[in-house]
């Protein structure tokens, strides 16, 4: 809903916040690579433009290569006794959170 007091500013309503996307980033991508159902619903806090891709498009630009990547990571998370139980496609939405982290001794 548009706040009347100022017409840029939106507010939102009957939305749980779960993330925040900065200019540039993505989302979608798990619906396109598993021909699946959105997960979420996203929701403008303010005037945005923003380009939209097939799954045929992503899938020539982007797709191969992230499949690939996903499936290897996912084929590993598998061997770990905590994902063991899980669906491939529960374990790579798991993935789009995981942050790589390293550590030296």
Known sequence: MINPANK???EIQWFKTVQ????GADFGALALQYNQPRSATIVCSERTSLASL???DYSL????EQRR???RTVDELKDYRI???LRPNTIAKI???MEKVE???
Not at 20 to 23: D, K, P
Request: charged residues 25%; hydrophobic residues 45%; without cysteine.
């Open 20 to 23: 925040t996307l900065e200019a």
């Open 61 to 64: 630009i982007i797709g191969k």
């Open 54 to 56: 097939s799954r045929f």
């Open 69 to 71: 990547k996903m499936k």
């Open 95 to 97: 993935f789009l959170y």
């Open 8 to 10: 840029n500013e939106v």
């Open 103 to 105: 550590f030296t001794r």
């Open 83 to 85: 994902f063991a139980t």
